[in-house]
């Protein structure tokens, strides 16, 4: 038996006897509250809404609800309008939703914020929480790694703005992103999708649901994505940074009467595309000597890069390249209608087995020959909610358990191009590939994250047009972690914190040895209020206050060391985030109901704000955190959309978002000021990129822009139809268009010269025809002006000047065939 197949037997066998229980109190007791909530009314409600654009149904506050009478700035993209932008992912999916950014360099070390907040921009570490939550059918999703897959059956998606966390599990202080998935209906009903394109780009999906009994329907959906990479590896003469990607889910609903509906679900997908490779943009001047930064260091070697334009799309990179990415789980999600309200309880266990391999000096050099952190993590989450109401009141009470285990195996190796690398060059041992190749630095960490939270919140009627919404939370965080380094020279023999000698010193210099054992706990109690008041049946005003917080996390990657090459054990943990935040917002439907226009104003404020600072050694590129004084986003958003009738819908969402850090003097040096000898008291550092410069041990980047987020954002759409036939079939051909901009945005904790991203815009278009019965034929293009634009920029290793980067993708064309049945 393999080892996910005994996960998948213990865990099924856990949330069976978890659900025993509950459905036989259930079916022990007598018929009561016939107005008693299906599972899959929100799926009902969808179909049944008519021309008008307000009536989309949500879950935001953990009941139903049109979008329009929510008090809170949410953005919904509804599954057909997934389905027909070919926005499959989180990736496109900030196309439509301007205040959503998403930002991947590989599966583990990917970022989704809102409104640029969430996690600190940079490589990944496992002992901090995520700021956007990540929800599927109210499973918590802990790995953002989830973010990269692909959508499967989706119904809608909720992208909820500002802290989240009296009414959902997991506390969150930028938002959340709410996924529904269709659910098991007693109608049979079935449907297919075949996409190719350009690029070998083949995608196939279908969803199979109908009853297996009078009391029990199920569902399967399946979707297979692969596409050839849009980087070609003249080392390996492979295209590199494709997709190749599998995901399959299975539901049963059990609904023995009209008070409980329990639905059992399991999924698993995974990725195995040979990624993810980021290349040559250009360099720039750092404080380093000439003699250390990039152009003589690749001279000494001979060394000429594949190409220095990065849309020529080519680099030579030599180190094995894998994305191996697999994630799953199993769910109960149960509804039972018990006394004056309706208990929710949500079981689940969730994987995530991570096998990468990368080339992390980005080059075809062999200075890092290896560099793979492969991880394990389980996950077991039970939350339960009880809401009930009355004439003026709608509460809901709830609570939550969470348990997370990662274990990571790294092993960083050096080449045997490191030497004259790494090696100041009046040395001569940098001329000897010896003294570093082989040179491998083994990581054994583990990390054991353990939650527990109370939460509700009151929706008071207080007149007929005014509701006050206040919310609390009570939480309860642990985390303990162990980290261990272990060095070995290229004989295999062990590389010892405080050995003696020229060989061992140029050694210790990019590996030392490690052990930390870091842990956090702590409580936090948290609180918002919301006040709305209804002006007309057609607008409805709404202001918030919310006091939240992140909990703290403990570094995961090791720690930085003092000038005696000694771990700084003070930096092991990192303190809580501490926010408020305010919004008010307007919500208006006119034109009978015909078109909506939605206008929100925000501000947030972050004290010990959560950021990632980078070590610069070599061989291990990785970041740890540490708190910045204070940060601020704030900003003014609007989502517009109109149907003046059944042939013609169009949409406009914006955003200005002003995120900056109010105080961080203590920063990490952009590359400009960063390589030289570093300031004395009573000295002045260089000017930025002055070769063999004073620099500064800190930088004081108060008042500068957050990464990864734009000032300005914004996307745009319409789709026109007329009726037709098209052979011999009655329907409709239709014309859809959509674009995305996104002004310039930082793409480096402090902000550089070198690392801002233009700004760019993207447009797509579909033409297709489609019946009533469900045969769905289009042709589309994406990108189709085909911009040179790239999704990040990342400084290389070492302060050698090297910029590297991710270019978005070029234009991709294909046709794609649907039909229902």
């Known amino acids: 038996m393999t080892t ?31 107005e008693f909530a299906a599972v899959d009314a929100a799926d009902e409600a969808d179909a049944q809404a008519g021309a008008t654009v307000g009536e989309v149904t949500v879950t935001a506050r953990r009941r139903e609800e049109t979008v329009q009478d929510v008090p809170l700035a949410v953005s919904v993209v509804a599954g ?9 992912n989180v990736g496109r999916l900030q196309q439509l939703t301007p205040t959503l950014q998403y930002y991947s360099s590989n599966p583990r070390n990917t970022a989704v914020n809102i409104r640029g907040l969430g996690v600190p921009f940079g490589l990944t570490s496992d002992g901090f929480e995520q700021g956007v939550g990540f929800y599927v059918d109210d499973v918590y999703h802990a790995r953002v790694a989830t973010a990269t897959f692909d959508f499967l059956d989706v119904s809608r998606i909720e992208v909820l703005r500002g802290p989240q966390g009296t009414l959902y599990g997991k506390n969150t202080t930028a938002g959340a992103v709410n996924i529904t998935t269709n659910q098991p209906t007693f109608d049979f009903e079935a449907r297919a999708e075949i996409s190719v394109g350009n690029l070998a780009f083949k995608q196939a999906k279908a969803v199979v649901s109908g009853p297996v009994s009078e009391n029990v329907a199920a569902r399967f959906a399946l979707s297979s994505t692969t596409r050839r990479g849009t980087i070609y590896n003249v080392t390996s003469g492979q295209h590199v940074n494709g997709q190749d990607n599998l995901g399959v889910r299975g ?32 360099t720039g001047a750092t404080q380093r000597p000439l003699n250390r930064q990039y152009a003589a260091l690749a001279a000494a070697q001979g060394y000429v890069v594949a190409s220095t334009n990065p849309f020529d799309r080519v680099t030579d990179v030599d180190a094995n390249l894998n994305a191996g990415n697999k994630i799953g789980g199993l769910s109960a999600r149960a509804v039972w209608d018990v006394g004056p309200g309706t208990l929710t309880s949500v079981t689940a266990w969730r994987f995530w087995d991570w096998k990468p391999e990368n080339d992390r000096d980005f080059l075809g050099l062999s200075i890092v020959s290896k560099s793979q952190n492969p991880s394990q993590q389980d996950q077991y989450s039970q939350e339960l909610r009880y809401a009930f109401g009355t004439d003026r009141t709608d509460t809901v009470l709830g609570a939550f358990a969470f348990y997370q285990r990662i274990d990571t195996q790294g092993t960083e190796q050096q080449g045997p191009a490191s030497s004259r690398w790494n090696i100041t060059p009046s040395n001569p041992l940098s001329n000897d590939p010896s003294v570093l190749n082989g040179l491998t630095a083994r990581n054994t960490q583990w990390l054991k994250n353990t939650s527990f939270a109370l939460f509700g919140q009151t929706s008071w009627k207080v007149t007929d047009a005014f509701t006050l919404q206040p919310g609390v939370r009570l939480n309860y965080d642990k985390k303990e972690g162990y980290y261990q380094r272990l060095v070995f020279d290229g004989a295999g023999a062990p590389v010892l914190f405080g050995q003696t000698g020229a060989v ?9 040895p490690q052990l930390s054992t870091p842990e956090f706990s702590d409580w ?86 959560q950021a990632t600072v980078t070590n610069g050694q070599l061989g291990v590129l990785r970041g740890y955190l540490a708190n910045a004084g204070k940060v601020r986003s704030q900003g003014v958003e609007f989502d517009f959309s109109v149907r003046p009738n059944e042939r013609l819908t169009a949409y406009a969402n914006g955003a200005y978002t002003d995120a900056k850090y109010v105080k961080f003097v203590d920063a990490p040096c952009p590359p400009e000021l960063a390589g030289g000898t570093t300031v004395a008291a009573g000295q002045t550092p260089s000017a930025p990129g002055t070769p063999g410069g004073l620099s500064p041990a800190n930088c004081d980047i108060s008042g500068q822009r957050l990464p990864g987020v734009s000032k300005w954002s914004f996307s745009v759409g319409a789709e026109g139809n007329v009726p037709g036939a098209f052979l011999g079939q009655e329907g409709e051909f239709y014309l859809g268009y959509d674009a995305s901009y996104r002004s310039k945005f930082s793409s480096n904790p402090s902000p550089s010269a070198y690392t801002w991203v233009d700004g760019y815009t993207l447009h797509n278009f579909r033409a297709g ?22 999704e990040l920029l990342a400084v290389g290793p070492g302060n050698t000047g090297l910029i590297a980067g991710q270019p978005g993708d070029p234009r991709t064309y294909g046709v794609t065939l649907k039909a229902a049945f």
């Open 80 to 88: 057909d309008k997934i389905d027909s932008t070919g926005a499959f």
């Open 769 to 790: 025809f489609r019946t009533q019965e469900g045969i769905n034929v289009f042709g589309w293009v994406r990108n189709a002006f085909d911009e040179d634009y790239f």
């Open 251 to 282: 539901q049963i609903l059990y609904r023995p009467n009209d008070r409980l509906a329990v639905t059992f679900a399991g999924d698993y997908s995974k990725q195995d595309a040979e990624c993810c490779a980021q290349i040559f943009v250009r």
């Open 504 to 512: 061992r010193a140029a050694q210790l210099a990019v590996f030392t």
């Open 4 to 34: 996910y197949s005994r996960r998948v037997a213990v865990h099924t066998a856990l949330l069976a006897t978890l659900l025993c229980g509950a459905a036989t109190a259930a079916l022990a007791q007598p018929a009561q509250n016939a």
């Open 524 to 609: 936090n109690f948290s609180y918002d209020l919301t006040a709305s008041y209804e002006v007309t049946p057609d607008v409805l005003a709404y202001a918030t206050y919310a006091k939240s917080f992140k909990t703290g996390g403990i570094n995961q990657n090791g720690l930085p060391t003092d000038a005696a090459g000694n771990p700084i054990l003070a930096a092991g943990s990192i303190k809580p985030e501490d926010v408020n935040h305010f919004e008010a917002g307007l919500k208006t439907q006119f034109w009978e109901r015909r078109a909506t226009l939605n206008i929100s104003a925000f501000r947030t404020d972050i004290e010990d704000y």
